[in-house]
C-alpha cells in the first residue's frame, strides 16, 4: 500500500506539473503575443514621430513661403505708394506746364486773329499723346478726378452769352 500511495502521489505530482506546465505555456504564448504587440507599437511610435517631423518640416516651409509673400507684399505696398507719389508729381508737372501753355497759346492765338490767320489746334486735336482724354480713364479712380479736376475745360453756364447763331459761349470765346 506504501507503493500504491507513493504512485498515486508520484501521479499527483505528474498532474500538477502538466497542469503547471500547460498554464506556462499559456502564459508564454500570452508573453509572446505582448512582446509581438510591443515591437508593434514601437514600430508605429517610430513612424507617428517621423510623420510629426515631416509635418513640421512643412509648416516651416510654409511659415518661410508666408513670411516671404509678406515680405513681397510689403515691396509692392512700397512700390505702390512710390508709383503713386511719382504720378502725383507728374500730374502736378503736367498741370503746371498745362497752366503755362494756355495762356501762351492764347496770347499766340489772338496774335495770329490779328494778321488774318487761324487759331492754331487745341492740345486734344493735335497729338493723341497730347490729349488729355485718355489720360482721364485711368484705373485709379482719385487719379481720375484729379484730372478731371485739373485739366476740365469750364461749362457753359445759363448766364453765358449767345452766339449770333444761337449756341452758347464760354468766357473765351466773348473774349476772342
Known sequence: ??????????LESIKEIRNKTLQMEKIKARLKAEFEALESEERHLKEYKQEMDLLLQEKMAHVEELRLIHADINVM?????QSENDLNKLLESTRRLHDEYKPLKEHVDALRMTLGLQRLPDLCEEEEKLSLEPVCHATNRFIEMRLYVLFAKPR???GTPKSQNGSKMNEEQVKG
Open 77 to 81: 505696398e512700397n512700390t505702390i505708394k
Open 156 to 158: 457753359v453756364g445759363h
Open 1 to 10: 500500500m506504501a507503493d500504491e500511495q507513493e504512485i498515486m502521489c508520484k
